[in-house]
């Protein structure tokens, strides 16, 4: 074998010893983790500094994701469908220092909020790779503050459309996108700002990759990318061949189609033969007419992260475990929308496909079985001005729920699930940014699913609105009792989602499980997020767990 | 007769061993390594001066004590915390138990649930409320402090916290609620939020007021302890204890700071590396402490120690100024495995002390770094700490298995997992360095700890660094450390204010009282008055950003406030890679550092020496395998043997009873006035 010292040796086909392999796929992943924390802690979006709706990574020349740091899995492997898009656009057209932006649904984006810039790196002269960064903006226009709304039938009333175009052309920023987006959005000050983290952050991934072919020689680091793919599609199929061959199959359900329509089925149909899987969609519903489908680049996040989940979580991010998975996606479904489909709040239904297809998987393996989490997270984007600076501002808010109990211990109280990892805002900033007071924020005892282990608690949070009319969208899942996260082995399920209107006479109604609307101050929105399934049956719960759950006060239902 | 000698004593009490050392001001040096006690590690300190008392150190002629103590850091990784019952603002009880909101393991279905300090039933509300701008919403009132009051006596528990919304704002609900608990429960520790913490996010701030209060009567049972057993030896000088941020504090001050005392261990080392940088007029320097476990690793820029507000805690975020040291699981005990897809791993598995590394004899049987240095010949088989020998033969045996499995003969697979480690262990120096743009060429690396100095010549080859400093006894360099430090307070405020004229003069005034205030505790606290220093650092982001970048003025004058814009903005090119001038900057935190120096009256002594090769060090030659220099007949010295001045030519190995030090061919060392070795590339 070769040491680390006789690294700076190139070939024109480089042999990558076992510990060279291993020092430089390290680097890759802690380059794209440094892009993270450049984009992370310079960021005006709250949703990417305080809830982490981001990512940060590296490609190769083609466009396939090498290496990505784990921020949120929502943006799994997604950006990957972007690059290649710019590839197809600008093939022949690409210079040292452009740096490309795309938000596009329908090209490999996932939501308009969820903008992309990308830049070209190369090395003496020629392209060897891409960064990337994708990252939720506060405000991309359109028709509600914070451009989501479940109700839009159309990805045109969303709000800006960016195909994959150059925020900056050899190194110099493009004024014309810039004035294009500057006056079709709410807080251009904060999405700009952000734009500009974004692509320092990218410019940064460029510094290191070069930095890396430097010390080892383009050839090795370019061998290495590749490599990097090969091994994780090794590992998925050396884990599939581990796991006994089977065919599982499973269904849930959205609460309606983002209007006040039906239900929206998803259905998961999987087989497992030798080092393949096979996943069949054709089951889901056709898209939907509100804002609910999911563009295809969130329905294969959403594979890359349950098969994880299920198969092998300690495995890196990289295009190399869908090579071990046949996806059947018939176009025109929910889990594959046709343009105009609206899609901003995709997430929702997102999260319900991880659920359906987890338990798809583990309908193969049950050992593996545990109890549904809440998919619902309750998310409230309030339209007003900053107290601090009088200037418009947007709060983008979500509120998680309990996580499903397992074999082995009740589920995670109050935190956000699956696909999402998002935190809580701490009331104390909510309150210094945005004229809306927190009342309580707090679990909500008897909203966890029971069994021999209980599901986690779903959270109470209740929103003030103070000093004005502000206009607001909120919507949750799993309003509907038949739809609430369900148990396993005998579990029992979770309470559903509520959402409460509190009007300043003090007058409560329930609310359907998407709104627009405006609200006048002094009315208090409280949501009460889903708890989490049971494991096992309740019969079966310790007397230590019982004493406790009684001496904590989480057994009553308000 | 001349008047007897004084005496400085440093104790630093770690999970494995207590070490001390005495420094007398007639030259003398006595040092003793002991085990420690976990079971009442006050013991381990009497044991320790015990021990330097059999030395010749006259206990009436102690002048200070410093100690490093891992009671705080211990006993939150156990869980040996008091039970404390939490009273929150009306509709936040929960907030301990949700913390951030988001999940550690995102990819587990089957997640660990986090540790949980108070439980549910402990947690009691207020009705209550201030705004953010500081004003009383709802007034909070005799009736509802009563009945919590009824609550807390039923519960009886061992400590309190308190923790309202926006107390940093304005306390006055936490100040009514202090002094009715305090009436009511007299011999009860109660913490309130604005006390030990003045800033905003209410999870981080009532996570610090709760562990705080958690470690309250813990560490100030042991400081009681500690304190007592020192006096009944015959030690009546001033005791004083390591904080994470790099200072002493009174022992009888610590248990009201007990959350500032978790990193008091490892900033014994840092302390250490300062004063070691200064001693070589080194300005720009990284420390590695590798251990058994863990390689603890500072960079030290401009001869000062990195700082942050915040530490992780058993899954809690405590705000504590802390020195800021990165952590990574890699050490001598590490483990070599094979993974699934045939790529070798070392760590993050320890063999830890027991069973430890194969090599040790005591019933390990995996292969660790420590097997791969013994069959490398790096390690011989000698004496080392505790009376162990190392077993070429057990070591062989378990890196052959992992050879075995990757089809490399055993020298080979030693050399891969050295390499390896080595790869760990230059991502952790360049996290510190590279990833914060600062280029490791133009620093020093001091390694130290019992497994630090075996890769001084490999880590000065892979980091390019100027040079490598080994300290005259690497593993007792924590303790050694204590002596250098001196006394530190820290305090800050949350603001939240645009940058601009009005809201300096304020700032200005608050800043100079707090100063004020701290200059007399510190004084009173034993410092040196001619030698007390105030820092100030504001930490300031654009308006609109959600995190903060420290900048460090010159004073608390209004002029030295209206610096901040001007120097925030290169900073924060620097640091993100985009800065925008014309956006307003908003001050959010002030924070406020007091240090002073202890009037010391001995100093370590320093030799003159001798000058030229060492060869009267020599004790022998032995063969010895390096990734990437092959097999070569390399000189063993004997540390104990160098005298300053002495040189060494590489390939070197030097063994004390403390750390080995390894140096390749092509690179030099001389040891200096103090006793470290430099070791430098020749080209």
């Not at chain 1, 359109?142 to 479940?150: A, K, L």
């Not at chain 2, 490892?266 to 080194?282: D, F, I, M, T, W």
């Amino acid at each position: 074998m070769t040491t680390l010292t006789e690294h700076s040796a190139t070939a024109r086909e480089p042999e990558v010893d076992t510990v060279t392999f291993e020092v430089l796929s390290s680097a890759l992943t802690s380059i794209a983790e440094e892009m993270g924390v450049v984009l992370k802690r310079s960021s005006y979006s709250p949703i990417i500094r305080d809830m982490d709706d981001f990512s940060c990574a590296l490609f190769t020349a083609d466009g396939d994701l090498v290496a990505q740091a784990d921020y949120i899995p929502a943006q799994l492997g997604a950006m990957s469908l972007v690059v290649k898009a710019i590839i197809e656009r600008w093939d022949g057209r690409i210079s040292d220092g452009d740096a490309f932006i795309c938000n596009h649904p329908f090209l490999g984006a996932m939501h308009l909020p969820d903008v992309n810039v990308v830049t070209p790196i190369f090395v003496d002269g020629i392209l060897s790779g891409w960064s990337g960064t994708a990252a939720h903006h506060i405000d991309v226009g359109g028709v509600n503050p914070g451009s989501e709304g479940p109700e839009l039938e159309d990805i045109f009333a969303e709000g800006l459309i960016l195909p994959p175009v150059r925020l900056s052309i050899a190194g110099v920023e493009n004024p014309d996108v810039i004035s294009i987006i500057t006056d079709n959005i709410r807080d251009p000050l904060s999405t700009v700002s952000d734009l500009r983290a974004q692509r320092a952050a990218c410019v940064l991934g460029y510094q290191r990759l070069n930095e890396l072919a430097g010390q080892y020689g383009l050839a090795v680091v370019s061998s290495v990318m590749r490599r990097n793919l090969d091994v994780v599609e090794l590992a998925v199929r050396n884990a599939l061949l581990d796991l006994p061959d089977g065919e599982g199959e499973a269904e849930g359900f959205l609460d309606d189609d983002g209007l006040d329509g039906p239900p929206t089925r998803i259905h998961a149909k999987v087989s497992k033969v030798g080092d393949t899987l096979h996943i069949d969609l054709s089951g889901s519903s056709a898209q939907v007419r509100g804002a609910m489908n999911v563009p295809w680049a969130s329905a294969r996040a959403g594979i890359v992260y349950a098969v994880r989940a299920v198969v092998a979580p300690d495995l890196g991010s990289n295009d190399g475990l869908l090579r071990a998975v046949d996806i059947n996606a018939p176009l025109g479904s929910v889990l594959n929308p046709m343009a105009p489909a609206a899609v901003s709040i995709r997430h929702n239904t997102c999260q319900r496909f991880a659920d359906t297809l987890i338990r798809a998987l583990t309908d193969i393996w049950p050992e593996a079985a545990v109890g549904s989490s809440t998919v619902s997270f309750f998310c409230m984007n309030v339209g007003s001005t900053s107290p601090v600076t009088g200037r418009p501002a947007v709060m983008a808010d979500v509120v998680g729920g309990g996580t499903g109990a397992t074999g082995e211990a009740d589920g995670l109280d109050g935190v956000d699930t699956y696909m999402s990892n998002v935190g809580v805002m701490p009331a104390e900033v909510v309150e210094t940014n945005y004229r809306i007071r927190i009342l309580r924020n707090e679990f909500v005892p008897g909203s966890q699913g029971t069994g021999r282990f209980n599901g986690g608690l779903g959270l109470r949070r209740e929103y003030e609105i103070l000093e004005h009319p502000q206009r607001a969208t909120f919507y949750a899942e799993q309003t509907k009792a038949g739809f609430a996260p369900t148990g396993a082995s005998g579990g029992s399920s979770g309470q559903p989602t509520r959402i409460t209107l509190i009007s300043p006479d003090g007058t409560e109604t329930m609310v359907k499980t998407k709104t627009s609307t405006t609200l006048q101050p002094g009315t208090i929105v409280r949501v009460e997020t889903a708890g989490g399934g049971g494991f096992g049956p309740a019969s079966e719960r310790s007397e230590a767990a019982r004493e406790s759950d009684e001496r904590n006060g989480l057994l009553a239902f308000p | 007769m001349t008047s007897l000698a004084q005496w400085i004593v440093s104790i630093d009490a770690g999970g494995t061993f207590t070490d001390a050392i005495a420094h007398a001001n007639d030259g003398r040096t006595l040092v003793t390594k002991t085990a420690s006690t976990p079971d009442d590690p006050s013991r381990g300190l009497t044991n320790a001066v015990a021990e330097l008392a059999a030395q010749g150190m006259d206990l009436d002629e102690v002048k200070l004590v410093c100690h490093g103590t891992t009671v705080a850091t211990n006993a939150t990784l156990t869980g040996n915390l008091a039970r404390v019952a939490l009273i929150t603002t009306r509709g936040f009880r929960d907030v301990m138990a949700y913390r951030q909101g988001s999940r550690p393991q995102v990819y587990s279905l089957k997640p660990e649930r986090p540790n949980e300090l108070v439980e549910r039933h402990a947690r009691f509300e207020v009705n209550e409320r201030i705004a953010s701008n500081g004003s009383v919403v709802t007034a909070l009132q005799q009736a509802d402090i009563d009945a919590v009051l009824e609550k807390i006596e039923a519960l009886a528990p061992e400590a309190i916290a308190v923790s309202l919304l926006f107390s940093y704002l304005n306390p006055v609900h936490e100040d009514m609620l202090l002094a009715a608990l305090a009436q009511r429960f007299p011999h009860t520790p109660v913490t309130i939020s604005s006390q030990v913490a003045r800033e905003f996010r209410e999870y981080p701030r009532t996570a610090t007021t709760v562990i705080n209060a958690a470690l309250r009567p813990v560490v100030g049972d042991y400081l009681e302890r500690a304190a007592g057993s020192l006096a009944s030896g015959g030690v009546l000088a001033p005791f004083q204890v390591m904080q994470s941020n790099g200072g002493c504090v009174p022992a009888g001050r610590a248990a009201g700071q007990a959350h500032r005392l978790i990193l008091s261990g490892p900033a014994g080392g840092v302390s250490g590396l300062l004063r070691g940088a200064a001693e070589h007029g080194l300005p720009n320097v990284i420390s590695l402490d590798m251990g058994g476990t863990s390689v603890d690793v500072c960079l030290v820029r401009g001869s000062q120690a990195p700082y942050t507000s915040r530490q992780e805690v058993q899954d809690h975020t405590l705000i504590a100024p802390t020195v800021d040291i990165h952590t990574i699981g890699a050490g001598g005990g590490s483990i070599a495995w094979v993974d699934r897809t045939k790529r070798l791993r070392v760590g993050p598995q320890s063999a830890k002390a027991v069973p430890g590394p194969a090599s040790y004899g005591r019933g390990g049987t995996a292969a660790t770094l420590t097997d791969a240095h013994v069959v490398l010949g790096t390690l011989g088989s000698g004496a080392l700490a505790g009376d162990l020998r190392l077993d070429y033969a057990a070591a062989e045996k378990a890196v052959r298995d992992i050879g075995d499995q990757l089809g490399m003969g055993v020298i080979e697979a030693a050399e891969a997992i050295l390499a390896i480690a080595m790869a760990h262990m230059v991502r952790a120096v360049r996290k510190v360095s590279v990833e914060r743009g600062l280029d490791p060429r133009e620093f020093s690396l001091f390694p130290f700890g019992g497994a630090g100095p075996l890769h001084a010549g490999l880590l000065l080859r892979h980091l390019g660094l100027s040079s490598v400093v080994v300290p005259h006894q690497p593993g007792l360099y924590s303790a050694d450390g204590l002596l250098a430090a001196g006394l530190r307070i820290d305090d800050s405020q949350t603001l939240l204010r645009p940058f601009g004229a009005d809201a300096l003069p304020p700032i200005s005034g608050w800043l100079a009282e707090r100063r004020d205030e701290l200059v007399r505790q510190v004084i009173e606290d034993g410092a040196a008055p001619g030698s007390v220093q105030a820092s100030v650092t504001v930490d300031c982001r654009y308006l609109g950003q959600g995190y903060e970048l420290s900048v460090p003025l010159d004073g608390t004058s209004v002029q030295d406030l209206e610096l901040i814009a001007e120097r925030f903005h290169p900073l924060h090119r620097e640091l993100y890679g985009h800065s925008s001038e014309q956006e307003t900057v908003e001050i959010v935190t002030v924070r406020l550092a007091v240090t002073g120096g202890f009037d010391r009256v001995a100093q370590p002594a320093r030799v003159a020496g001798t000058m030229g090769p060492a060869d009267a060090a020599i004790v022998g030659r032995r063969t010895v395998h390096l990734p990437g220099t092959g097999e070569r007949s390399t000189t063993i010295y004997d540390r104990t043997k160098l005298q300053p001045g002495n040189t060494l030519a590489g390939p070197a190995i030097i063994q004390q009873m403390d750390a080995t030090t390894v140096m390749l061919a092509g690179q030099s060392g001389r040891v200096t006035a103090n006793g470290d070795i430099i070791i430098t590339e020749d080209n």
